[in-house]
Each structure stands twice: as structure tokens, then as C-alpha cells.
């Protein structure tokens, strides 16, 4: 069993690749970061306040996916496997 916040640290320290069951029950592959260097640019992002509103879920975590280049979220329970670069 994952925990959102070591996971969050994984990210945050380098790439990783996690295999996870969509919400759908297809399975997913995403390669993904939490490191500031891939990261999009925060005074070109386009995020409203609506965002900063929204309620923390501690099953959620969103990191960036660098192969599609855009941010994507898993539930923390539905990953498969995690493998650290």
C-alpha cells in the first residue's frame, strides 16, 4: 500500500514511473515528476483560483506527466506497481 505524501516525496526527488487502474479499469503507464525543472512555468499557467479552492483528498495525487506534458492524477490505492528511476 502506497501513501500519498512518500509518494509525493519519490516524485519530488526524480522521475517514476507508475502503473495504475483507472477509475475506468483500464490500466495506465504514466511516466511523472514532481521536480521543478519539468514543471510548467508558474507566470505562464493559466490556473484560476477555483483551483486553490478545491479540498485536498489524501487518495489523489496529481503529478506531471512528461510524456503528454500536462498534469495527471491517480488514486493512491490503485496503483499496481511504482518504478523509481
Same mark, same amino acid.
Given at each position: 500500500? =502506497?501513501?500519498? =505524501?512518500?509518494l509525493?516525496?519519490? $516524485?519530488?526527488?526524480?522521475?517514476? #514511473? !507508475? !502503473? $495504475? #487502474?483507472?477509475t475506468d479499469g #483500464?490500466? *495506465?503507464v504514466m511516466?511523472g515528476t514532481l521536480?521543478?525543472?519539468y514543471?510548467?512555468?508558474?507566470? $505562464?499557467?493559466?490556473s #484560476?483560483?477555483e483551483?486553490?479552492e478545491r479540498?485536498q483528498?489524501d ?7 512528461i510524456?503528454n506534458?500536462?498534469w *495527471?492524477? $491517480? *488514486?493512491v490505492?490503485?496503483?499496481? *506497481?511504482?518504478?523509481?528511476e
Amino acid at each position: 500500500m =502506497y501513501n500519498k =505524501y512518500d509518494l509525493k516525496e519519490t $516524485f519530488s526527488k526524480g522521475i517514476a #514511473t !507508475v !502503473v $495504475f #487502474t483507472k477509475t475506468d479499469g #483500464t490500466e *495506465r503507464v504514466m511516466k511523472g515528476t514532481l521536480l521543478a525543472e519539468y514543471l510548467p512555468n508558474k507566470e $505562464f499557467d493559466d490556473s #484560476t483560483d477555483e483551483a486553490a479552492e478545491r479540498k485536498q483528498n489524501d487518495n489523489i495525487l496529481a503529478i506531471w506527466d512528461i510524456e503528454n506534458n500536462g498534469w *495527471r492524477s $491517480f *488514486r493512491v490505492d490503485s496503483i499496481k *506497481r511504482l518504478i523509481v528511476e
